[in-house]
């Protein structure tokens, strides 16, 4: 543990746009899909390179596909008692998804249905939670409850798991950094973590308030991790070289509990500000140090936004409601 030093459509599809926030102009559209299937926590949207936008059922146990064109859903049924978490989407269209409630992960063929299911070994961690690509198409991924994280290759199937030396750390968001190392923030205190990926080796560091609770985590090509604190409503970016952190304040401050974060092709950050009804899309740029958007998820409200990701092709953030929706935000 290291620490850190301080320098401060079955439905019809609806659109909002950009906000109030001074400062804050870059124009942003977020369209909305309600999702068929009620109160089934739909989550973790990733799109594929057919156009599909695959997301997980949470409490539905499902794995479904959105067309965004033609707003058709098309859901697959999954084992009982998977209550999927997360998932991801590989070079050949497979679709990962994180087994929260059974200690697996598995693997859907979206063309045929069908699932392959990689077990924990001896059933640890038993909440396979966030996870991420590799650049050798292996996942990397988070256990918080089984204060773990672990690491699958794809093709023998193999995992193998480290689990995080401070108690009750409750590992949660992952990214890679430039040199492919994994990332993942640590709810359960004010540190954050590396792991080695050749010999799992943990390294955790903390961060400078001890009030700090990280979900999500990016990384930039500078080498810097960026981090959402959600019980101060601060946007921290800390540099593992120098071991030194600063933050900004949310456009919504202390109220906002930022959730949901993502990087963009500008490497500008995008959050969600979910402490707040509607929850707000926010985005700041590291170049100017300043927010340039704030825009209200102001069809469904968001309820809660989890988890966001960006796709480069359409230059778009996807991200799943507890409104029970499916969003798209159009960026500048």
Do not use: C
């Amino acid at each position: 543990m290291r620490s850190i030093l301080f320098a401060l459509a079955a439905t019809a599809a609806a659109t909002s746009g950009v906000q109030s926030q001074a400062g804050a102009t870059a124009s942003v559209q977020i369209t909305e899909w309600t999702v068929p299937w009620e109160k089934t926590r739909p989550r973790d949207p990733y799109a594929d390179a057919k156009g599909r936008v695959w997301f997980v059922g949470q409490e539905g146990n499902y794995i479904a596909h959105l067309d965004p064109t033609s707003g058709k859903f098309k859901r697959f049924e999954i084992e009982s008692g998977t209550h999927p978490h997360n998932l991801i989407v590989d070079r050949n269209g497979k679709v990962w998804f994180a087994g929260n409630r059974n200690a697996r992960i598995g693997a859907l063929d979206g063309e045929t249905g069908k699932s392959a299911i990689y077990p924990m070994p001896g059933g640890a961690p038993r909440d396979p939670h966030t996870m991420i690509f590799d650049r050798n198409g292996d996942i990397w991924f988070t256990a918080q409850a089984g204060n773990a994280v672990g690491h699958l290759d794809t093709k023998s199937g193999k995992i193998r798991v480290a689990e995080v030396s401070t108690k009750n750390s409750r590992p949660y968001g992952i990214v890679m950094d430039k040199n492919y190392r994994p990332w993942f923030a640590q709810l359960g205190t004010n540190r954050i973590a590396t792991v080695d990926p050749a010999t799992l080796r943990i390294t955790e560091y903390t961060l400078p308030n001890e009030r700090t609770r990280v979900r999500r985590l990016e990384a930039t090509p500078d080498g810097a991790v960026w981090y959402g604190d959600f019980t101060r409503g601060m946007l921290g970016r800390f540099d593992p070289v120098s071991g030194t952190a600063r933050e900004w304040a949310l456009p919504s401050g202390a109220t906002s509990l930022p959730y949901a974060m993502a990087r963009d092709d500008r490497n500008r950050l995008w959050l969600v500000e979910t402490g707040v009804q509607p929850n707000r899309l926010v985005g700041f740029d590291p170049r100017t140090e300043s927010w340039i958007s704030v825009t209200p998820i102001a069809q469904s409200g968001g309820k809660t936004v989890r988890h966001m990701v960006f796709h480069g092709p359409t230059r778009t953030l996807w991200f799943g409601t507890d409104a029970n929706t499916i969003a798209r935000a159009k960026i500048p």
